[in-house]
């Protein structure tokens, strides 16, 4: 199955869902946001929403500074 990621084409398993995305990525859910066809996935529905065929999915970092 093929996504887009930020803007690049991703090949994944099929059925697969954001929390396993994530995990895949070594990205703590706690520390990112989530867009899934310009719609904000809430942290809490992340195991229950898979991924299909031609999604968009941007993920967005919280990066603190000064």
């Known amino acids: 199955m093929n996504i887009t990621l930020n803007g690049k084409q991703k ?3 099929s059925s697969q869902t954001l929390t396993q995305l994530l995990a895949d990525l070594e990205l703590p859910a ?6 899934l066809n310009t ?16 999604d968009q999915v941007e993920i967005i970092r919280f990066v603190g500074g000064g």
């Open 39 to 54: 719609i904000i996935i809430q942290p809490d529905s992340y195991e229950k929403t898979k991924l299909s065929e031609g």
């Open 11 to 13: 090949d994944l398993p």
């Open 30 to 35: 706690k520390t990112i946001v989530v867009e």
